[in-house]
């Protein structure tokens, strides 16, 4: 059954989702992180730090920092992450981490202050106060914070109560993401994330008090114990705290990529039928409640700087998610942090050895990456236009990149056809729409435009859109 349009969505019916549920890439990148190659390394890397001077405009810079630590196991998560209790551990990290900056910033060339900047994990509250502070002198000792940026955390409100939302205002941030998944006691026990309603809520009414200019909250849908009801309950909470955004994220479960999601058993979770419900019921209230469906799994109040800035076509997106901010050159220190910069990707190993050995044998810990060529940057901006603004211009195609957009692209076009036929795609001769009911399967769309998907048979690696 279709619902009315909510806030530029609208659910499909059950038969179109079990038809176009495929296996898809988030593109926070193009070309997607699997086609990065070893073959690109460190003096690659250092080459597009340096190319930046060569820039007409060079680019705003951006900073992820990947804190990998964390006190306890949640089984769901298929994050890069270490279980330790042990500050030794992240007292030698952080200064890795400085020496690694320095190595970025021997080689970086143009502007190197920061308009963003990004600490994810891993759970980068495991941090000491003390550990905070030093962490963010580090950094900006070297990359200094622009006036009006973006610099935002991932907290756990287990590991970050108010004395800490306070720190972490101090020190110069203005905007948390928050870990919740589920309010639901028994959902919580069955991934070992025990964290009362109480708890979160003191964490987010700190960061308001303390004056973060946006607060985000992560849910994920199709974990074990849930159901429509328990979930709808835990949507009630989420209303009650009112976040400027959110994120409803779809639980993978593949326990033979990710250890710690053998402890789930597979007869608790949710079945298809009732896991697409969830996520139904989820968009249907969310919508209803003064929020925007951004894409895929994100929302934003109406006023919030994310919903204005797809409404004005400026939305973005990256490996932190969509972005307001202008396309940025983005920096990444730490353990599998993937930086872009350019027409170049770069990317740190996975392993923390691995990365230790290279930044203290004094160079930078690069071990494989991707240039992209001139198809790659046509395929990018056009893969991103539809993921951030549900539309592609034609004309804007063809006045960047010098081509006939009909012609160069006969074949992908070709491939709407179905999407055409169900009304999840509108075609028209100067641009392509995404319907608000073909927006829940954008990745669907954008993948049609993935060279690399076309010419291997590679999808099957990816998560499913529901």
């Known amino acids: 059954m279709t619902s009315p349009e909510t806030s530029g969505v609208e659910l499909p019916e059950m038969d179109l989702l079990r038809k176009f549920d495929v296996p898809a890439p988030r593109y926070t990148s193009y070309p997607t992180a699997d086609r990065f190659h070893a073959g690109f390394g460190v003096a690659d890397y250092e080459k597009a730090l340096a190319g930046r001077a060569d820039e007409k405009e060079p680019s705003k810079l951006s900073l992820y920092v990947h804190v990998p630590f964390c006190n306890d196991v949640c089984y769901y998560c298929g994050c890069n992450k270490i279980v330790t209790r042990d500050h030794g551990k992240s007292a030698e990290y952080i200064e890795a981490l400085g020496r690694e900056a320095d190595l970025v910033k021997a080689h970086l060339t143009g502007t190197k202050t920061l308009e963003q900047l990004h600490f994810g994990g891993g759970t980068p509250t495991f941090l000491t106060n003390d550990e905070l502070e030093h962490l963010m002198k580090t950094l900006t000792d070297r990359f200094p914070l622009e006036a009006d940026g973006e610099f935002s955390i991932e907290v756990d409100p287990r590991t970050c109560g108010p004395d800490k939302v306070k720190k972490l205002r101090e020190i110069g941030l203005n905007r948390m993401s928050c870990g919740v998944q589920d309010f639901n006691p028994d959902v919580q026990k069955a991934i070992n994330r025990i964290q009362p309603f109480e708890m979160t809520k003191a964490t987010i009414d700190a960061a308001r008090e303390n004056g973060f200019h946006s607060v985000n909250m992560d849910l994920i849908y199709g974990l074990p114990k849930q159901t429509r009801a328990s979930f709808a309950e835990t949507i009630d909470k989420v209303l009650e705290l009112s976040p400027d955004r959110i994120a409803l994220y779809h639980y993978a479960h593949l326990p033979n990529h990710f250890k710690a999601q053998r402890r789930i058993l597979p007869a608790d979770l949710p079945g298809t039928v009732e896991k697409v419900n969830i996520m139904f019921d989820a968009i249907t209230r969310l919508t209803a409640n003064g929020y925007r469906y951004i894409g895929m799994d994100h929302f934003a109040k ?15 997106r990256n490996f932190q998610g969509y972005s307001t901010k202008a396309d940025c050159d983005m920096v990444a220190l730490g353990v599998s942090g993937i930086s872009k910069i350019g027409a170049a990707y770069a990317c ?3 392993e923390l050895d691995d990365w230790y050995a290279a930044i203290n044998a004094g160079k930078l810990a690069t071990n494989r990456g991707y240039l992209l060529n001139d198809d790659d940057l046509m395929r990018r901006f056009v893969i991103m236009q539809i993921m951030c603004n549900f539309e592609l211009r034609k004309r804007d195609v ?19 056809k179905p999407y055409v036929k169900h009304e999840l795609v509108e075609l028209y001769p100067d641009r392509l729409v995404v319907s608000p009911k073909g927006k829940i399967f954008v990745r669907a769309v954008a993948m049609q435009f993935d060279r690399y998907l076309r010419e291997s048979d590679r999808a099957g690696g990816y998560s499913r859109i529901a």
């Open 348 to 350: 740190n190993p996975r």
């Open 398 to 416: 063809e006045e960047r990149f010098g081509i006939n957009f009909d012609e160069t692209f006969a074949y992908e076009l070709s491939k709407m």
């Open 302 to 316: 109406h006023d919030d700087e994310l919903s204005r800035a797809q409404v004005e076509g400026s939305l973005q």
